[in-house]
């Protein structure tokens, strides 16, 4: 067993010396790296407004294949987005104390994600002018949208879960902007002030605000299961071989969460790192993350194994045809960097050790966000060239314009973040104190805070 | 009326703060805590925070809205399919539970808004910085004859400061 060795915040004022530290003015590195991932975001624009000149000509997008990276790197970052929530409302929601240290973070990943991921169908219909088109608004023509299409339903479910996660996070920082504006004395003061609402941490207040974040979990909850859900009907209502599964939904939301606690330890390594928060990012929590990897991996390793049985069970020659075409077509490559970073690289963490080894947890989670990336591209790519008839069976390759604007989408998601770091407490400033308060009660014999 | 406010160190001695103004017939009472604590809420006992009801009120609304206007399209533009009803109620669950968690969770912080924020109680202007650190406050209104007596009472507690606020 590893010996758990960070330091402990001794009084609650070091908690917000530690935490509110963070804000303090960037480092020149700090600039640079923000620059770096800036300009990646300014490729992408460039891509798209030459993709929006030329046309969707300019992508790899060709009959029979319609769908590419554009819809892959939407499904991704709608999975990635579902970490947050499930950290700040389902595990608050079952009294995971360990939470409080990662659900910021989480929860500003899930709002940057989910912002990033309602941008691809955007990009993915080329007219980007023309989205208007879904939204059911009354016009002269008498037409409205059909509202028993999946993609209609996912325009309303991405949106809610885009506005959701957006009141969650703000909700849940309005305290810790409060403590930001009693701290910092530079031009941020007046951002924060009006940021936090006036907020005095006030009996009223708390007990507004606390009713207030027990809502919010009670509904993102079935809201975060049902939005990968919607996602996954999107491709399991159509006709497609390898698509037409009821396993699709449950599958999906494993995986979306398996990937979105991939992403936080991604990026709250290099932040815990950076910051010196090795005393509130702890080993205890990438081990319980560990835990969670491991739960969803399984799961998203039996759904791989059921689908294959289904096919051969099912003595359906074109689903047969469609799952073999997956693990030895052209594409096989993709198959099994899907197989090797979802299934095997999680593997070692049913060992204590490499859970609580962040290093190790940091590699891991690495190649299972490459490993998520491919499962979406597998199942929309192989779905979609090898349907029914050989004669209308194709290829697809993406092109430099779409691998750009794949690349930018990081640069937009890591621009995001980095700025928040300096904008907002990165850990939950009054979640960290509560439970700081809690264990000294419980140690002192007062008894904790329920 | 005079404010005395007294500057504790733990959500403890702040309950304790509570209990014995209380017990001692202060009814006026506001705390200031940089942590939310139940003890604190059941301390002062102000009941039940009326954002439960407009929760309630936003998912109905969101719900009944998503049905009348998916039902309404499909007869404002009715797509003939084999005879088939044109309203497709099942289908029409999925943006109705949409659109009960949208507004549901719109009329919550809406409701915060409104009451933690612009109906908060005016008047107790003791606040200070430490509050959102690591001191909790507790501010009691009372009449000048016994300010003493509330004074008296938020030593014994604990309180590392007690001084008389202007209202």
Known sequence: MAAITEPVPQTADQINDDILRVLEPPTPMYVLMVLFFATLVGCGLVAFLYQTYWGLGVTGLTHPVMWGVYITTFVFWVGIAHAGTLISAILFLFRAKWRNAVNRGAEAMTVFAVLIAAMFPLIHIGRVYKFYFMVPYPNQRGLWPNFKSPLVWDLFAINTYMITSIMFFYVGLIPDLGAARDRVRDWRRYLYRALSLGWRGSSEQWRHWSRTVLHLSGLSTPLVLSVHSVVSWDFATSMVPGWHTTIFAPYFVAGAIFSGIAMVITVLVPVRKAFHLEGYLRKEHFDNMGKLILLTSSVVGYSYGMEYFMAWYSANPYEQMSFWWRGFGYHWTSTWIMISCNVISPLPLWFKWCRTNVAWMWVTSIFINIGMWFERYVIIMTGLSHEYDPAAWGYYVPSVTELTILVASFGLFLTMFTVFLRLAPVIALQEVKELWYEDRASAAGHGGHH | ?167
């Open chain 2, 1 to 167: 009326m005079a404010q005395v406010l007294g500057v504790l160190k733990t959500p403890h001695d702040l309950v304790a703060a509570i209990e014995q103004l209380k017990g001692a017939g202060f009814r006026d009472l506001e705390i200031y805590s940089p942590v939310p604590s139940h003890h604190i809420e059941e301390a002062l006992d102000r009941g039940p925070s009326p954002i439960r009801l407009l929760t309630l009120i936003g998912c109905l609304t969101g719900v009944s809205f998503a049905y009348f206007m998916q039902i309404w399209v499909a007869y404002d533009w009715p797509l003939v399919i084999g005879g088939k009803p044109f309203a497709s109620i099942v289908a029409y669950t999925i943006i109705g539970f949409e659109m009960n968690i949208l507004l549901g969770g719109l009329f919550t912080v809406l409701g915060l808004m409104f009451f933690g924020m612009f109906m908060t109680r005016k008047g107790h202007d003791a606040y200070q910085p430490s509050f959102s650190g690591d001191t909790f406050g507790c501010v009691v209104a009372c009449h000048g004859d016994q300010v003493p007596r509330a004074q008296e009472l938020l030593r014994r507690v604990g309180s590392t400061e007690v001084r008389v606020v202007e209202s």
